[in-house]
């Protein structure tokens, strides 16, 4: 009888760590629309989560590192090559479009090509952005 006890209660604890597990997983893809950053504004995308690296002007560094300047940026004049950094990463630079949604890197890829000295006036959509996931 203990033993069935047992039994139960560790089937009940494999359980609920399988839902928990289950339950987390959306969450986490969910980060950037539900407990993660709002805005939907490029600025604003841009001045939470890029400028940690790049700098608040968009000029970059280096240090330990070298994190390329974004302002003047003549590898920006194709939207799909900051598109597919931002979304699969390369090197230094996470895959940061994981955590957002895809009206925001739309937003802020369109916002970092048009400021900081680009002038790159042709704008990405979010389904551009979905479709290059
Ligand atoms: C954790 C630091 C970090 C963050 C945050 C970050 N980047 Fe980067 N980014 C880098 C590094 C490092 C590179 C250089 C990668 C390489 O060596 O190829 C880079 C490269 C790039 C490039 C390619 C530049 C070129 O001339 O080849 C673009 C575009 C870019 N980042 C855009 C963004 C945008 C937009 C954001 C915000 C959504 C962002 N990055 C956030 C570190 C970062």
Avoid: W
Avoid at 8 to 31: K, Q
Avoid at 89 to 107: C, E
């Amino acid at each position: 009888m203990i033993r069935f006890v047992f039994c139960v209660a560790a089937l009940a604890l494999i359980t609920s760590a399988g839902t928990a597990r289950a339950d987390n997983a959306p969450a986490t893809s969910a980060m950037a629309a539900e407990g993660g950053l709002q805005s939907s504004n490029g600025e604003t995308v841009y001045h939470t989560v890029c400028q940690a690296c790049h700098m608040e002007n968009a000029k970059g560094a280096v240090g330990a590192g070298h994190i390329p300047a974004l302002a003047g940026n003549a590898n920006l004049a194709a939207s799909g090559y900051p598109l597919t950094i931002v979304l699969h990463g390369q090197k230094g630079m996470p895959p940061i479009g994981d955590y957002l949604t895809d009206v925001q890197v739309a937003a802020v890829i369109n916002f970092v090509r048009s400021h900081f000295g680009n002038a790159y006036t042709d704008e990405l959509s979010p389904a551009d952005v979905k479709a290059a996931r």
